[in-house]
C-alpha cells in the first residue's frame, strides 16, 4: 500500500507538470491534440472536442502533444512518403504539389493542398510500414500548416506554454511545504521543549524531566517541528538526546524507543504546534530557495569526486519516499514538495528535449526571425539526451565512489 502511494504522489507531479502546459495552450489558443500521462502503449484512452486523453503503460512521464511543433518541410514529406508512392506512383502529383507548397513556405497552399493529398492516400491500399509512415506525413502537414501551429505563433507564446510546466511544479511544491506548515508546524518553529514525561516510559527512565529542551537525538539538531521526525526514523534503533536544563546541556540515553501501533514512542508529550500563514510563506518561500541553490549547487559540483551532491534515480526517490511515509505523512509531503521543485529545476537546463531547450530554441529564433529546421531541433536533441546521459553517469560515478573508494 506504501508504495501505491509513493508511485501516485510522484504521478501526480508529473500530472501537474504536464497540466501546466495543457492549461497555458488551451488559454493561448493553441490547442493541445494529446494530454497522457505515462507513455504508450494507451491503457485507455477517450477523445473530447479533438484532444486525445489517455493514461500510458509506462508511468514514468507523460506529455502534452502541441500542433506542428517544427516548421513542415518538403523533404521530410518526400521522405515520409517515398515507400508510399514506390507502392503507387498515382501519389506523387499530390505530394509535389503539397511539397512545392512547402519549399516555397507558402503554407495556406500547402493546407490546401494537404486534403487533395489526404484523399488520395484514402482511395489506395498501403502496406503496415508506408500507412505509418504516410499518417505522420499527413499528420505534420496538417498540424505544422494550421493556424494554431506551435512554430507559428510568437515568442511569447511560445516561451509561456513550455515554461507553465515548471512553474507549475514550483507553484505545487510551494503549496505543499504551505500546507505542511500550516498544519503541522515547520522545522525551524520554537524549541523543543518537553510538556510532560511518562513515569514509566523509556525517556523518563533514561532521566529526561519535564522542562527540558531537546536540543539534538543522535547529534541532529532538532526543534518543535522535527523531533517526532527524528524519533519515528531511528526505526526503533537506540536513541541518545543532548537536553537542555536550566541552561545546562545534559547527555540522555543511549535507550531504545517502544513501538506503539506503527510508530515508536520514547513517552513525551510535546506542544502541538502550527504556524501562522505569514509564517508558513516564509518558511516555504525560504525552503524552496535552498532547493534551489541546493540544485544549482549540486549541478555546478557535478563534475568533482569529492561532491555528495546526485542526481537521484526514479527508484531512488521512491524508495526515500516510502521511507519518509513510513515516518510520518508530513514528511512525505515534504519529499514531494522537493521532488517537484526538482523536476522544475532541471527541466528548465537549456538542453532539448528539456523545457529549458525549447525557450532557449524560441529565443534563438525570435533574434533570427525563422524558425529553425526539424533537423536541427532532432540534431541538438540528441546531443543534449548524450550530455544528460554523461551528466547521470559521472553522478552515478562519484556517488558509487564515494561509497565504494
Known sequence: MIWVVVIAGLVAIVFIHELGHFGVALAVGMRPRSFYIGFPPAIVKIKRRGIEYGIGAILLGGFVRLPGMHRPAARDLQALFGPAIDEHPSLAASVRRVSSALAREDYDSARAGYVELEEAVAAVSLSAMSRRAVTRALRDVDEGTSPDAYWRAPTWKRISVIAAGPAANVILAFVILFVVY??????????????????????AIAGLRAGDVVASINGRRVNLGSISDAIQSS??????LVALRHGHARTIGPFSPVRLGKRWIIGIDIPRTRDSAGTATSQASSDLWSITTGTLGGLGALFQSHSKTHFQSIVGVGRYSAKALRVSVGWYFQILALVSMSLALLNLIPLLPLDGGHILFSLIESVRRRALAREVYERASLVGLALIVLFYIVAFHNNTSGIFG
Open 182 to 203: 500550516a498544519v503541522s508546524g515547520s522545522s525551524s518553529s520554537s524549541a523543543a521543549k518537553i510538556l510532560d514525561v511518562q513515569a514509566s516510559g523509556p525517556a
Open 235 to 240: 526505526d526503533g534503533r537506540r536513541l541518545t
